[in-house]
Each structure stands twice: as C-alpha cells, then as structure tokens.
C-alpha cells in the first residue's frame, strides 16, 4: 500500500512513519541527548564524577578501534563496528550498567601529511576539517557516546601523555629476575653499590658519562640503536618490516628498500615476550587472533651450541639439538659478523667449484653475495619453495659432539635477526638444509630413523625425514650416545652433556623483534629526548611536556635518488635550527645547557597504545589517568584477572601490531604502578566487512555503480555489457555509499538497522541499498502498531494481552536479550520482527504493556524511534535508561515440541511432546506409537538413542 504515490499517502496518512518523520525525531532526539548529556557516563571521581547511583552499578565499558579521520568520510561500511558497539552498550545500559562509551580520534598519519607535503597545508588543518566532518557524519547516526571523553591524539593535551609514557618507558629497564619493569635508578644505584656487575667488569665510577649511557642504554625499554633498518631513499624515510613488500619495495610507492645500519629508537618489547605469550590465555579473544599473536611471539624452545673454530667458537640456535651427529656443514647469515674473521686469504686445497662460487677468494666470494642478499627482503629469503643459494667462506668448524670439521657456508636463508645468525645444518631432517646440500654435494646423514620404507641410506633419499616423534640412529661419539632414545629424551640428554661440557644450553628463543619506534616524518609525536654535548640522550622533565610540534616550512622529508643506498635520512624537524638546537635546564642539577633535540617522531602506532586509558579521566592534567577511575573502569576482576576493556571491536587486520603494542604498553605502565590492568582489552571482537559489488567495465575500469542497470541479470552502464564482482567499498572502486544518503532516503535507524539484520557481525557481507526498504517497513509497521497514521493518535489500549500475545512477547523477550548479549543483532532483529508481525496481524490494538516491551526491545537498535514511541507511550523520562524487559518464564516455554521418531535412519513418526520430557519416558512414548510400531514390523529392537525432547532413533535387530 505504501508503494502508490507517495504525496497522496501522505495527505491520506500525514502522522505515517516516512523520511522525512524519521529525519525530523532522529534530529530532535539528537539534539535532546546532546543537550541532557543522556550518554554521559559518571566517574566515581573528578571532573567527570556524577549520579552516585549509576556509579554503584557493575561498570561496562564498551570501545571501539578509533578510526583515522580521512578526508574521503565516511561510507556505509565503516560504521558497522560503531553500530554494533552502540548497540551492545545501549543494552547494557538498559541492563543495570553504568556504561563508558565514546569514540576518539587516531588523527597522526601519512595521507594528511602527504596532503601537506603536495599543497603546503598545515596537516592539522586537513585533519581537523576530517575529523569535524566524521563526527557530524557519526553524530547522525545516532551513536550514544560521552562526547566529554572524546579526543584525537593530536591534541597536545593527549600527546603530552604519549610523550610522558615514552620518557617513563625510556627510564625503566626490565628486571629478568622479577619478571618486571623497574625505574633505571634503581638498576644504577645496584651498578653504583656493586650489588649488580657492571657489565665489562669496571666499576659505575669509573665509567664516563658516554660510557655510562652506553651501559644503560643496554637495558633502558626504550633505547637507541644502530639497526639495520628499512631504508627508503626515493621516500626520505625508514620503514616498519610490515611496510615493505615481499619483494624488496616500499608498499606505498614501490620504491627500492635497502637493509642499512641507522641510529633508531626502539622499543625493548621482547623483554616482554613470555608475559605477552602467556597473559593471552585469560583473555576472551577470537583463536584465530591469540593464535596469530602467538605465531608473531614465535617461542621456541631449543639450545645454543658452540662450533669451535680457530680457537673460538660460532654459536649456533637450533630446535634439535637432538640431531647434532647429522650436522654435517654450518651456515652463517650473510650479515654475521664473524664471517670476515674465519674467512681465509685463499680457498682451502681441493675446494670444489660448486662451493665457491666461481670467485677467486673466498673474500670476493662473500662480498660478491653479501651485496646480493642486501637486496633481498627477510620473506624473500625465507620463502621455502626458492633455490638455495650460497657461498663457502673457506673456512671449517669442528663439530662438538664428533670432532668432524664441517665447512662454513654463508647462506641468505639463514637470517641474522633471528637465534644467533648461524644454524648447524642437519640436512637428513631439515628441508631446506636438504636442498642446500644437494646443490652444494654436502653429506647428508641420516640421525632419526625414518618411519616409512627409505632406509637409513640418506644418499638415495628425494627429501629430508622431518619426524619429532621417532627414534635416534647413528649418533654415537666418545662420552655421548643418543641411539635408540626418542626425540625428547635425546634433548634432553643431549642438552645436559652441552651443559656439563660448557659448550651450549637449553635455551627459549623468540621469533618477536623490539618494535623500531622512529619515523623520519613531520606529522607524529615529537620525541621527548634531546641530546647534550656528549651526544648523550635525555628525556625531557615532565614540565616540559607537551613538547609540541614546531611550525615547518616543509613537511617532507629529504628524499634522494630511490636506487642510491649510500643516503641517510633528513626529517622535516632538523631544518628547524630554532627548534633544534635549545638551551634548557633540565632540572637535573647541571643547570642551563645546550641540547639538541631529537627530530624524528614517533611511528603512527604510538597514540592508539594507550588511548583506551585516556578515555577514562580525558582531562586529568595531574596524571595520565587517576588510579582510583581507572581501578573502578578497568581493573582485574572476577573473570577478567587482568583486566581491561569489557569489549573493545575492530577489524582483523589489528591482530598482531597494534593489539601487541597496546598490551606491551599496557604491561610496561602496569609494572611501573601507574595502572592496575596489565592487560588493556578483556574481550576482542572482530567485526565482518561490509562489501560492495564493483562494475567493471571491458577495459577493467571500475564504472559507478550508481549508474548500472540491470537486465535479465546482466548489468549495464550507457548501454555497455559490464561485469559485476563483490570487493571492497570505496571511493576508488566508485561504489561507496554514504550514511548520509541512506539517512535521507529512510533515517538512521533504518540504517542502524539494515547494518545490523545484514548477517553475523563477524562475517563479511554484500552492501544492497535495494534491500534497505525491508528495515524501513519493518518501522513504519512498529509505528503503526502504536500510533494512528491519520490523526497521529496513540491507538494502543489499556487491556491484557491474550495468551498467545504474552508467549510471542516473552518468547521475543528471552530470545532478544540472549541475542543482544551475545552480539547477534542480526537474530534479535528477527526476534523483534516476528513479535511485532504478531502484532500487525493480530490486527487489534495493541495492548499498552505490549507496546512498551516491545519499544524498549528494539530501543538498542533504533534508539529515535523508541524515544520518540516511548513519550508516545506517556513517559517523560529517556527510553535510554529504562529497564530492558525481563521474560517471564511460564510464557516461554513452549507447550510442545515435536518429536522426530527414525528407525534405520528413515523418519516414521512425528510426535508432539513436552519439552521437559525425559528420555526413559519419550522413549516408550515412542515405542508405544502406532506407525512405529507398524515401521518394526515385530522385528526386535537391537539399540534405541533418545535425544529428548526431539529425536529418538530405533535400530532393529
Ligand atoms: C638444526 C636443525 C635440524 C634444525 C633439524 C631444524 C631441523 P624455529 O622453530 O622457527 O625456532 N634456524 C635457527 N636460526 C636460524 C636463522 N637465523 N635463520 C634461519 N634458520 C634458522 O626454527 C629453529 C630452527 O631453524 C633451528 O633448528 C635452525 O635449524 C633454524 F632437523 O637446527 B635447526
């Protein structure tokens, strides 16, 4: 009926439930909740403290992964995760929470920076400009956040504490003893006592300042290093491993990345390895992601052994150290160090040709393959399927456990920054040392016994035996026998002769790397570190803090010739002489001295480390967040030993970096008795995309989709054939589209609903603006069921419900709580669905309390309409804070069940039983039912399984 034209529908019904009704209460409902401050969570404490009541309520606190304020806005699909966490906290709210909900800002980054470098645009104007525009975007849809508590982390006011959380983690070292981070003053004042060696063996009051520095920096968390770095020249700027592609060129701009050695500040993040490995267990996240995590950590348990050589030794890392007797040659990584040493002036006598490489020294061997291997990426070198490549340096080492001298290769497939560099190759049982010696002709021999039919002769074998469940063979020396032992007992026995011989240990090994924390850019936290005479780095005294970004001419970095490695870098920050070069007292008692500042920044990942926490007390000046308000938000509790947020959502993409970063910091701030949570996020959740079909057109080029028309199921554009696939939504793809839109054609809540009916949270899902209109009916029937379209009169009648009415409400009741709770919006608005078609079809007025329920059922999911319908009803006060309605359980119950009777697997019966009827019962009910009597035929019966109430199977004998 609502499809004939629309102006006269709306003479005939004007109070109907339309557009333009849905845009004139949402903005009203807006403006109310803005005004009355309806979302405004009380702290127990300060500046945000509020209604004692509300605070006695068990707390939620309900977050979402803040989003980048891009200049594009927003499209339909990045509010999915927003939706959702509103919804959850809206519930929550209605379920006797006091419930912290907002949404910030993660506002440093790349595309507002290169905007400045293109246009000479202050960064902070385009991000301010994008992040006013994503909150009016945001603000339409109705989200119920605590403006007071939002922020962006440009603002001083908050990067002031990133700055204040860096120089507390500059100052701290890790205790290995006490498992903990501890102030550096107290590991000096142990140098200082004697009570901890120093480590060269002078005693602290011998060391000069740089000396002493050069110790500290050792074990301070945060320290700077030459590393060998991702450095970019055609960029001007160092990248993160994750920033370069698999073939050696930056993501963005696919330039050459080169490996090169610069000063950079990292973040001692492996110190934390074990906790961050272990701490995982507790927490309510998916698999998927604890398991990825674990995977970054990468533990792994295994021993150092020394390889004597020319008096010294290489150590190498191995998981099986069980198979040392089929070390048969050892291979350094390119890069290590000592490969220079050992290599001798000219090839041993007899070097085959193979092994050198075809070069005259072994000299020019290695640094024609060093140079080789530079240009290499890490994943490049590691991929498995790949040639092995290499180059003998000339040199041999004696294997410990034989006294065998094996040759010494340098191999890109062994990495430096992973074990010690150097691996015993065990070519038997290794792939890859498999077929490194079958290109090289290097012995392979056979130490694990296989399981299938190849025999202990390796010679003749086509690959390497992996088995870590087999028994030791051939591995015999003069005091250590390993043969007929199992893998594990072979460890361990092999290990504790090591141990006894001073030539190795059991050791753990982490595939983590500290966290290179610089970036040469201009738009991110200035470091709070500036360097004295002596090239010493301090950290900036807590009143000088926000240091804030100084005014620059030019936002770019120096960028060179993308192909010539031999550059370093040049920030934006260092042509600011001014800035850089300051007399400061830093309150350390050494009085007014120059300094220079550091001038690169901090990587995009440092604000969204510790945000959450800031959310709590936003303008707390004294402190990054008072202990009691965080204690009372996000401190351990019954099932959440380590506390953290209640929900925090986001997309998959967070598994590893950001989610780690968080929780390092986290640990960091929490052993240093500044927080009480070690862990920030108690529950994750990963939210699904939302996906939109691309048209393309015959040269592949994506056409709007706007502008498609469909025929017969195929689809065009100006009358050309296109083709259709499902991707992602944007404005690249030419098919985003805007919340905006979908609100001026049906409203938020129509939208708010679409989003959360289209499918599980947690799965992906196809964008169809045709199928909106069904969220849309499915209001304007609720509307109708309440009001009258014609005179805009409340038509619900104080009466009781009939019997089959109470048990679709609380049927619905139940069934909507259970769904809300566990995030499955989608089944919940199924459940609202179907109560209010109940009511459509029952074709009655709608009995008054039915009418509220089922207001306050669907109040999480279109908040407008609930507020606008729930004053309707006769309340004065907000839907917001009502009481979510409770099920009774005598409704819920359904009186029967119906009963699926098999025999040999084939259904003969359906009975109608009670659904708490047990299994001894339903089992004679069945038995005793005439069909299934008729099924048997008097056969016997050899087994009956009873599932009561539904299903009961009979095997004849
Ligand atoms: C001898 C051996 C015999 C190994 C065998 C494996 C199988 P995960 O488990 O990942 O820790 N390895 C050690 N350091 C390396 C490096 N820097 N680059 C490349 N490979 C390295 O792997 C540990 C194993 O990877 C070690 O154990 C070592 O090879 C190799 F039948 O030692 B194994």
Wanted: hydrophobic share 40%; glycine share 8%.
């Amino acid at each position: 009926m609502s499809e004939t034209n629309p102006a006269t529908a709306e003479v005939a019904a004007p109070h109907r439930y339309t557009a333009a009704a849905a845009a004139e209460i949402e903005a009203r409902w807006q403006d109310f909740w803005d005004a009355d401050g309806t979302y405004a969570a009380p702290n127990p404490k300060g500046d945000l403290a509020g209604d004692p009541k509300l605070v006695a309520k068990p707390k939620k606190y309900v977050m979402d992964m803040f989003p980048y304020p891009s200049g594009a806005g927003l499209h339909v699909g990045h509010p999915l995760g927003y939706i959702a966490t509103d919804v959850f906290a809206r519930f929550q709210r209605m379920t006797g929470h006091n419930v912290l909900h907002t949404l910030g800002f993660d506002a440093f980054g790349l595309p507002a920076e290169q905007h400045a470098v293109q246009t000479g645009e202050h960064p902070r104007v385009t991000t301010e400009a994008a992040i006013n525009n994503m909150k009016s975007q945001l603000r339409r849809l109705g989200l119920g956040h605590d403006k007071r508590r939002s922020f962006a982390t440009i603002d001083p006011d908050y990067y002031k504490w990133t700055q204040w959380i860096f120089v507390q983690i500059f100052n701290s070292w890790y205790d290995d003893k006490a498992k903990k981070a501890r102030p550096i003053s107290e590991l000096v004042a142990r140098f200082e006592s004697g009570e901890r060696a120093v480590p060269g063996g002078r005693s602290w009051d011998a060391l000069s300042a740089a000396e002493r520095a050069d110790v500290l920096g050792e074990y301070r968390l945060a320290y700077a290093s030459d590393a060998p770095v991702n450095w970019c020249p055609g960029l001007g700027t160092v990248l993160a491993n994750e920033e370069v592609t698999a073939d050696g060129r930056s993501e963005r701009g696919n330039f050459p990345v080169f490996k090169a050695k610069l000063r950079q500040w990292n973040m001692r993040i492996t110190a934390y390895a074990d906790r961050l490995l272990d701490d995982l267990n507790e927490l309510d996240w998916p698999e998927a992601i604890k398991l990825q995590q674990r995977n970054w950590i990468g533990r792994s348990e295994g021993a150092r052994v020394d390889f004597p050589i020319d008096g010294e030794a290489i150590t190498v890392f191995t998981t099986r150290q069980d198979t040392l007797f089929g070390a048969t040659y050892m291979v350094l990584a390119p890069e290590h160090p000592l490969v220079e040493k050992f290599t001798p002036a000219a090839w041993p006598e007899g070097t085959h040709d193979v092994w050198t490489g075809g070069h005259a020294t072994p000299a020019e061997a290695v640094a024609a393959y060093r140079a080789q291997a530079a240009s290499k990426s890490d994943v490049e070198r590691q991929a498995e399927a790949k040639d092995k490549t290499g180059v003998f340096t000339g040199a041999f080492a004696t294997n410990p456990v034989n006294g065998e001298q094996i040759p010494v290769f340098i191999a890109d497939y062994v990495l430096m920054g992973y074990g010690t560099g150097a691996i015993m190759a065990v070519p038997a049982h290794d792939t890859r040392d498999f077929a490194f010696a079958r290109a090289f002709e290097l012995p392979i021999r056979c130490v694990v016994e296989p399981s299938d039919d190849r025999g202990t002769d390796a010679s003749t074998w086509d690959d390497a035996f992996v088995s870590y469940d087999a028994k030791i063979v051939n591995s015999h020396g003069e005091d250590v026998s390993l043969d007929g032992l199992g893998v594990t007992d072979a460890k361990a026995r092999i290990t504790e002769w090591l141990a006894r011989k001073g030539i190795g240990e059991g050791t753990v090994n982490f595939r983590l790397r500290d966290w290179l924390f610089s970036r040469q850019r201009y738009w991110g936290e200035p470091f709070p570190i500036v360097y004295d005479e002596d090239g010493i780095a301090h950290s900036l005294p807590e009143s000088m803090l926000p240091l804030e970004l100084p005014e620059v001419e030019d936002y770019s970095p120096r960028t060179f010739d993308p192909d010539d490695a031999d550059t370093s870098p040049e920030t934006p920050l260092s042509r600011n002489q001014d800035w850089v070069d300051v007399t400061l007292d830093l309150g350390d008692g050494r009085g007014p001295r120059p300094y220079r500042r550091e001038t690169n920044t901090m990587p995009n990942w440092a604000g969204s480390c510790w945000y959450e926490l800031r959310y709590l007390d936003p303008h707390n000046s004294e402190k990054l967040v008072d202990p009691e308000i965080e204690q009372y938000w996000m401190g351990p509790r019954a099932g959440q030993p380590h506390g953290g947020v209640d929900l925090y959502v986001g997309g998959a993409e967070h598994a590893v970096l950001h989610l780690l970063y968080a929780r390092f910091w986290s640990k960091v701030l929490y052993d240093l008795g500044h927080i009480s949570s070690p862990e920030p996020f108690h529950k994750l959740y990963n939210q699904g995309m939302i996906q939109a079909f691309v048209y393309r057109d015959s040269r592949g080029f994506p056409v709007p989709a706007t502008e498609i028309e469909e025929r017969d199921g195929a689809f065009f554009h100006n009358g050309e054939q296109v083709k259709r696939e499902l991707g992602k939504m944007g404005k690249s793809l030419k098919n985003a589209v805007t919340p905006e839109a979908i609100c001026e054609e049906y409203g938020a809540d129509t939208l708010r609903l679409y989003e959360m009916a289209m499918g599980p949270l947690d799965v992906s899902r196809p964008w169809d603006t045709r199928a909106v209109v069904g969220q849309y009916r499915l209001l304007q029937r609720l509307w109708r069921n309440v009001v009258d379209e014609a005179t805009g009169e409340v038509t619900v009648v104080d009466a009781e419900p009939d019997e089959t009415t109470l048990r679709a409400l609380h049927k619905a009741i139940d069934g909507v709580r259970q769904d809300l709770e566990g995030l499955r919006f989608n089944t919940a608005i199924a459940k609202v669905t179907e109560l209010n078609n109940h009511l459509t079809k029952a074709g009655a007025a709608v009995p008054h309390p039915v009418a509220e329920s089922l207001v306050l059922l669907i109040a999480p999911l279109a908040p407008h309409i609930a507020e606008e319908l729930w004053r309707k009803l006769g309340h004065t006060d907000s839907v917001v804070h009502q009481d979510f309605p409770v099920a009774d359980p005598r409704y819920v119950v359904d009186e029967t069940v119906t009963c699926v009777v098999q025999v040999k697997g084939k259904v003969k019966a359906r009975l109608e039983v009670s659904p708490a009827i047990s299994d001894d019962e339903l089992e004679k009910v069945a038995l005793a039912d005439e069909k299934v009597v008729a099924a048997l035929d008097g056969a016997g019966i050899r087994k009956v399984i009873v599932r009561a109430p539904k299903l009961v199977n009979i095997v004849p004998a």
